[in-house]
């Protein structure tokens, strides 16, 4: 299973005296903007829609999927659920085109992440090491990356904030040596861009149509595996921490 890294971070509106919306002027600003978000908000919904595209010697494997994003706030630990109502893998080797469409969902409860295929007995698959906690996802970068905040667009159509993630060291990425973020004013991040160490756009997110405290049951992050569906788990071993639940 490809890490997917939940990344997906809500918001409180912030007006300026002059009822304009503020954009954040630096990194620490933002950041409390986001841990703000979680202080007013319980939980937020939005329509996702991840691109995917992995170059090798003998082609490429493009994966696009598409769906519901649900998050929520349950005992100060945010969980994630990822529905997609399509998953479509195209391969490409030589002359030769392949593609596969499938649904698939996964579940972060913070500490580990689970994803499986649904209406197959696929193996479930279980990585001990959960995503990125919204409030802690710049400074988790920071262990990797440089980040800057970029000079806001005139032209947009409204305000937004463009973090950019340089690797450190850039051997050491693959596919993520550049990273670029983009964030509404209140601090929802809308796009999140990455880029390998020859400029190509190696994956994309976008989210769109979100809603904030909308009614979430917590049953909703709880892995339920239709009867007889394995669960195989991957990494094991590899000393990936369980992230520990935020006090």
Same mark, same amino acid.
């Given at each position: 299973m490809e890490r997917t890294s939940t990344i997906i971070l809500m918001a409180v509106s912030v007006v300026c005296a002059s009822s304009h919306?503020?954009?954040?002027n630096d990194l620490e600003d933002l950041e409390k903007r986001i841990a703000d978000t979680w202080r007013n908000h319980?939980? &937020?919904t939005a329509t996702f829609k991840r691109v995917v595209e992995q170059r090798r010697a003998d082609g490429t494997v493009k994966t696009i999927s598409r769906g519901t994003l649900q998050q929520a706030v349950v005992d100060n630990?945010? &969980?994630s659920r990822l529905d997609t109502a399509e998953y479509e893998i195209t391969t490409v080797s030589g002359s030769e085109t392949a593609k596969a469409v499938e649904k698939?969902?996964?579940i972060d409860d913070g500490q580990h992440t689970f994803s499986y295929t649904v209406g197959t007995d696929k193996a479930a698959q279980w990585v001990n090491c959960g995503g990125d906690d919204p409030r802690e996802r710049l400074e988790s970068l920071r262990r990797r990356y440089e980040l800057k905040v970029l000079p806001s667009a005139d032209s947009a159509a409204e305000p937004t904030l463009v973090v950019e993630a340089v690797a450190k060291d850039a051997t050491q990425t693959g596919t993520d040596a550049r990273i670029l973020l983009t964030y509404r004013p209140d601090g929802i991040l809308l796009k999140e861009v990455r880029y390998d160490k020859d400029g190509n756009t190696s994956s994309a997110i976008e989210l769109s149509k979100i809603e904030l405290d909308i009614d979430i049951n917590s049953s909703r992050f709880v892995l339920k595996l239709p009867g007889g569906t394995p669960l195989k788990v991957l990494h094991k071993g590899q000393g990936l921490p369980v992230k520990k639940r935020r006090e």
């Open positions: 919306l503020c954009v954040a319980k939980s &937020m630990t945010i &969980m698939r969902v996964w």
